[in-house]
């Protein structure tokens, strides 16, 4: 089975995402991306390809942004999310997404090294975020969920049409 499409389908004037995210924590702090063209950050991850589990796409993208491979940790949130979309193919689309954020196993001397783009070519960043840095963050949860984990996988619905 050919794992190179991304697991995003049209449906009416919209799409249907489904995407993996990292939380990738380290000193009270986490992990986002940034890039040229947004001015907000987002988290470690990306959209599935078809034929990968959840934890497969989260392990593919980690590598991808960061060039380490980390280790699972537990799934951490399931998020639905409708937004309008903000990329030149994209601009003004409805979307709903679903998405699977792992927390991933961090070592001590976790350095990444960011080298990847966007689909729209534009390069990206590596930021540690704390939970008040004056900076759009995506998904918003991460500033108050991040700051006292659960052990158990929580259900988190928001709508922004």
Do not use: Q
Not at 33 to 52: C, M, Q, T
Not at 53 to 78: C, H, M, N, S, Y
């Amino acid at each position: 089975m050919a794992k190179n499409k991304d697991m995003t389908v049209p449906c009416d004037d919209g799409l249907i995402n489904i995407r993996v995210g990292a939380i990738i924590m380290k000193n009270g702090r986490f992990l986002m991306v940034g890039n040229e063209r947004a001015d907000y950050l987002y988290s470690v991850g990306g959209r599935i390809k078809f034929g990968e589990t959840a934890e497969e796409a989260v392990l593919r993208e980690v590598f991808e942004e960061t060039g380490i491979r980390l280790e699972i940790d537990r799934l951490g949130f399931i998020h639905e999310n409708y937004f309008r979309g903000d990329a030149p193919k994209i601009d003004g689309k409805l979307i709903y997404e679903v998405s699977f954020f792992f927390y991933m196993k961090v070592p001590e001397d976790f350095e990444p090294v960011s080298s990847d783009f966007t689909d729209d070519n534009s390069r990206e960043h590596l930021i540690w975020v704390s939970p008040d840095t004056p900076m759009t963050i995506y998904p918003e949860f991460f500033r108050s969920e991040l700051s006292h984990p659960e052990k158990y996988a929580k259900h988190i619905v928001t709508k922004e049409t």
